[in-house]
């Protein structure tokens, strides 16, 4: 049998998503151990067990539904008030069983360097990010600013672009230093699969550039994915609070909070403009 512990960074390197169960309570008669474990992965391969029968087949499912959200939960057992559990496996008690989820870090493909950009990246890093840092300009995008970024790339952007390959558990952010940037970012992000795409600026701003992608053909339900302004409304007006406020959206999608969902702004046509800095 696999080893549960090498799995796991076997299955992260491979940026697949897993959840692990663990007995963290037993009492009475129960065909298992505290401490055992059951890892899920996102394929429906089961390594290790925490006992059989039907708990079992309901750690499962309640394995898939914490990798989908990406928040832990504890599941209690009454075996002994519940017949569904009398399968010939079980002799009566109860556990818990605590299952987490075990992801890759998100990666944020960030697109600017500059103000903005430096405080993002920290920000992002800090709050569990793998930040890839893309800019034209070496004396910006370089590893003595940015020392915690996976990657950076100080190269022309097409050349970039052509190169990176954001997934659906991806993030990008852009703020570059100029519209005619913004714009072939955008046009390539939405294109992507990644699960976020936001561009700093003003709702104008944007809508100006989308309204020009729409020209060259692409689809406006793409472009609705975009968040713009970027971030949550905290009222940010440096480039620190806007970093701040950036990572809150990036975390709310991320943990899927439904409190934040309301107050998160995607690009809509008909809403009106609102002011943030368009410079990186």
Not at 110 to 129: D, E, K, N, Q
Request: aromatic share 6%; net charge negative; glycine share 8%.
């Amino acid at each position: 049998m696999d080893d549960i512990y090498e799995t796991i960074v076997r299955w992260r390197s491979e940026g697949r998503r897993a959840a692990l169960a663990t007995i963290v309570n037993l009492r009475g008669s129960v065909p298992s151990f505290e401490s055992a474990k059951m890892l899920v992965g996102d394929d429906g391969t089961i390594v290790g067990t925490v006992g059989g029968g039907c708990v079992e087949a309901e750690v499962f499912e309640a394995a898939r539904e914490v990798m989908d959200q990406e928040k832990p939960r504890t599941l209690e057992f009454n075996l002994n008030q519940n017949p569904k559990y009398d399968t010939g496996l079980i002799c009566g008690g109860s556990l818990e069983i605590f299952v987490e989820p075990i992801v890759p870090r998100a990666v944020l493909y960030l697109f600017g360097a500059g103000h903005v950009g430096f405080h993002l990246a920290r920000v992002a890093h800090l709050a569990g990010f793998e930040v890839i840092v893309t800019d034209d300009r070496d004396a910006y995008a370089n590893r003595e600013r940015f020392p915690d970024a996976r990657e950076i790339h100080a190269r022309e952007l097409d050349e970039v672009l052509a190169e990176l390959a954001p997934c659906e558990r991806s993030y990008i952010a852009i703020a570059t230093r100029g519209h005619r940037d913004d714009m072939r970012v955008l046009r390539w992000a939405v294109r992507t699969p990644a699960h976020y795409v936001g561009m700093v600026g003003s709702k104008r701003k944007v809508l100006g550039i989308c309204k020009e992608l729409e020209k060259e053909g692409l689809p406006s339900d793409a472009l609705a994915r975009v968040h713009s302004p970027i971030g949550i409304d905290i009222g940010a007006i440096t480039p620190e609070e806007i970093a701040v406020s950036v990572v809150a959206e990036l975390i709310a999608v991320r943990r899927h909070a439904d409190a934040a969902l309301p107050h998160m702004r995607r690009l809509r046509p008909a809403a009106p403009a609102a002011a943030q800095p368009s410079q990186a």
